[in-house]
């Protein structure tokens, strides 16, 4: 890690560390060290590519009287995330290697409550951390998707001014998975902001949109609600792996690559409903920034 040393002109300045996993970036401040009071305005700034750090939002990384540590999630456009599978490997390599966590089995307090991390060292560091991420949900309600019945599968719907078939799955936070043939050639840009604000979703939804290479690979491309496209989105390739099990393309407890443009993770929906996520976790830099 290099350290990128900002003149403060007298103000105060925040350390700050960017990490990433599988491409998805994320600013990580120390609350166990510093107080930040106005988070949502915070990512809107830091995570401007332009004029700030740059990155998918800012993530909080705070004391926790339940687990070993709580994260907070901002997107960049200062809504509060429920979960992000790529940045809570990051928080627990940071806690590691950072902190000093002398265990390679953590949990994270979220928003949708308190995960399991299975560190994977490399020469002493962590190079890769497998979640639980806890039970798939699939209740139009829990979601929330406004469809009736107990679950959305491979469902023909209107929705974002076209007609498709959509399966939703709830991982702590919502997602609207669409199987097809070519997700690269898609207008993300267009349709995903359609999706994201369709009435058919109160609290806005994740998109995916899948390709079955296989019974064992995915490809997946994403549009998250706050965001924009991402290079990578840990519950959306979750959500995906459901969704690709309960419509018959993957079997279920068995691993499964979700290839992304960011990288690749691994996911198992397991047998009890739970979901298994395996993937990276990386510094790229770290500095501090004038307040």
């Known amino acids: 890690m290099e350290m990128c040393r900002i003149p403060t002109g007298g ?23 510093e107080t930040v009071e106005d988070p949502e305005t915070l990512a809107r700034r830091l995570s401007d590519r332009h004029f700030g750090i740059g990155g998918d939002g800012v993530v909080l990384i705070c004391p926790s009287g339940v687990a070993d540590a709580r994260m907070r999630m901002f997107n960049l456009d200062g809504s509060e995330g429920l979960m992000c599978g790529n940045a809570i490997r990051c928080v627990g390599k940071y806690l590691h290697d950072v902190r000093g966590v002398d265990k390679t089995e953590v949990t994270v307090e979220t928003r949708s409550g308190i995960k399991r991390l299975r560190l994977i060292l490399k020469d002493g560091l962590v190079d890769e951390a497998e979640v639980d991420m806890g039970k798939a949900r699939m209740t139009p309600g829990a979601i929330p998707v406004a469809l009736p019945g107990e679950s959305v599968v491979d ?127 990386a510094f790229a830099f770290e500095g501090r920034v004038v307040l």
């Open 155 to 281: 469902c023909p719907v209107s929705v974002a001014g076209g007609d498709y078939r959509i399966t939703c799955v709830s991982m702590g936070n919502p997602h609207c998975v669409v199987f097809c043939d070519q997700p690269d050639t898609l207008r993300l840009e267009e349709v995903g902001p359609r999706f994201e604000h369709d009435p058919l979703f109160p609290e806005r939804v994740n998109t995916e949109f899948v390709q079955v290479v296989d019974a064992h690979t995915l490809r997946m491309r994403v549009w998250e609600r706050g965001s924009g496209e991402t290079l990578a989105c840990g519950t959306g390739a979750c959500a995906s792996v459901v969704a690709a099990v309960l419509c018959g393309h993957c079997p279920r407890d068995e691993e499964v690559q979700v290839l992304l443009r960011g990288g690749t993770l691994t996911v198992r929906y397991r047998a009890d409903g739970s979901v298994l996520m395996r993937g990276p976790a």
């Open 11 to 33: 103000g105060r300045t925040l350390p700050f560390v960017k990490m990433q996993g599988c491409g998805n970036d994320y600013i990580y401040i120390d609350c166990f060290e």
